[in-house]
């Protein structure tokens, strides 16, 4: 077998890290989305998730003050949204209102849900030990929603430089795991 040497200035599109989210944060009465891809899950119960968020994010400000969030997970029609959204800063765009997303009341947190993804969770910030070194959050969800309506949702997964993988067919095989 021949292996080639591989760039690791591109090594992080083989660790593909998990579907694109559309997360929202809210402060001083104004509510905000970016686009993450960054993240990934660190335990069940309760569950926890550790994402990336750049400081030079608008979100990141937000967060660190406010300490919540929601990982909105949009399905593959989203995808020009999602671009959009990464596109472009909060500090000068009403990304709700460009991008035709509508924000409905979370539960637990201040910032919204987004009415067209399939999936949200509401997330509060429980370990900020790893933020000013590698801007890394560790979030815990304490509310969980889907949409039934949309079946089998196919998401979005980012291999860096616009290039997007789609998740597709789903095979089950035998499992111990619970």
Known sequence: MVRKSFPLSRAYRLLEPGPVLLVTTAHKGKANIMTMSWQTMMEFTPPLVGCVISGRNYSFDALVATKECVLNIPPMDLAKQVVGVGNCSGNKVDKFK??????????????????????????????????????????????????????????LHHQGKGVFAVDGETIKLPSRMA
């Open 98 to 155: 460009k991008f035709k997303l509508t924000a409905m009341p979370a539960s637990q947190v201040a910032p919204p849900l987004i009415a067209e993804c399939f999936a949200s969770l509401e997330c509060r910030v429980v370990d900020t030990r790893m933020v000013n070194k590698y801007n890394f959050f560790v979030l815990e969800v304490v509310k969980a929603w889907i949409d039934p309506a949309q079946k089998n949702p196919r998401t």
